[in-house]
C-alpha cells in the first residue's frame, strides 16, 4: 500500500471518527442512561416515548427502554455543577414549564435550549437535581412507588425522593 493510499485512509477515519464524535452533545458527561430515584428505586420517563413539548414526566419501574435513557450535558456556571438533560435521543430536555417556582409543579420535556434557566439543573453532593431557575428539586411526591407518579419539584430537603442517580 502506497503512502498516498495509507493518507487517504487515515483521513477517511479521521473523519469518521469526527462524525461519530459529535453525534452526542460536546459537553456529554457518560452516555445515555437510566435517571433513578433513591427512594423509590423508579426511573424518571417520558410516557408512551411521546416527542411532544410539555409532555409531563413520571416514575416508572426501570426497563432499559428509551423512554427512560437521559444524557447530562455540563453546561458553564456554578462550580462545574451543571447539567442540561437530555432525553433520548436528545432533542427534548427536562425541564420546569413557564418558569415555575411553585411547589407541586410537573417536570416536563421541553426542546433543548442549554442557555434556559428552566432547563439547567445543579447537581449536588447528595445527588439532589436542582433547577437553576426556580431552586426547587426535582422529586417524588411522597416517596410514592406506584408507577405514573408525576416527577415534581419541591422545596429540597434530605428526604431520599429527592435523590436521584
Same mark, same amino acid.
Given at each position: 500500500?502506497?503512502?498516498?493510499?495509507?493518507?487517504?485512509?487515515?483521513?477517511?477515519?479521521?473523519?469518521?471518527?469526527?462524525?461519530?464524535?459529535?453525534?452526542?452533545?460536546?459537553?456529554?458527561?457518560?452516555?445515555?442512561?437510566?435517571?433513578?430515584?433513591?427512594?423509590?428505586?423508579?426511573?424518571?420517563?417520558?410516557?408512551?416515548?411521546?416527542?411532544?413539548?410539555?409532555?409531563?414526566?413520571?416514575?416508572?419501574?426501570?426497563?432499559?427502554?428509551?423512554?427512560?435513557?437521559?444524557?447530562?450535558?455540563?453546561?458553564?456556571?456554578?462550580?462545574?455543577?451543571?447539567?442540561?438533560?437530555?432525553?433520548?435521543?436528545?432533542?427534548?430536555?427536562? &425541564?420546569? @414549564?413557564?418558569?415555575?417556582? /411553585? $411547589? *407541586? +409543579?410537573?417536570?416536563? %420535556? #421541553? =426542546? !433543548?435550549?442549554?442557555?434556559?434557566?428552566?432547563?439547567?439543573?445543579?447537581?449536588?453532593?447528595?445527588?439532589?437535581?436542582?433547577?437553576?431557575?426556580?431552586?426547587?428539586?426535582? &422529586?417524588? @411526591?411522597?416517596?410514592?412507588? /406506584? $408507577? *405514573? +407518579?408525576?416527577?415534581? %419539584? #419541591? =422545596? !429540597?430537603?434530605?428526604?431520599?425522593?429527592?435523590?436521584?442517580?
Amino acid at each position: 500500500m502506497s503512502i498516498r493510499m495509507i493518507s487517504r485512509v487515515s483521513a477517511a477515519v479521521v473523519t469518521a471518527v469526527s462524525a461519530l464524535t459529535f453525534s452526542t452533545p460536546a459537553n456529554a458527561v457518560g452516555f445515555y442512561g437510566e435517571v433513578r430515584n433513591i427512594g423509590t428505586n423508579k426511573c424518571l420517563a417520558v410516557p408512551n416515548s411521546s416527542s411532544a413539548n410539555g409532555t409531563g414526566l413520571i416514575q416508572w419501574t426501570c426497563n432499559d427502554n428509551g423512554d427512560q435513557q437521559w444524557l447530562m450535558e455540563k453546561v458553564p456556571g456554578g462550580n462545574n455543577d451543571r447539567y442540561v438533560i437530555y432525553a433520548w435521543p436528545g432533542s427534548k430536555c427536562l &425541564a420546569m @414549564p413557564n418558569s415555575s417556582t /411553585a $411547589n *407541586g +409543579t410537573q417536570a416536563i %420535556q #421541553w =426542546t !433543548c435550549d442549554p442557555t434556559d434557566s428552566d432547563q439547567i439543573w445543579i447537581q449536588d453532593s447528595w445527588y439532589r437535581l436542582r433547577n437553576l431557575n426556580s431552586d426547587k428539586c426535582l &422529586a417524588v @411526591p411522597n416517596s410514592s412507588t /406506584a $408507577n *405514573g +407518579t408525576e416527577v415534581i %419539584q #419541591w =422545596t !429540597c430537603n434530605d428526604n431520599l425522593d429527592q435523590r436521584w442517580s
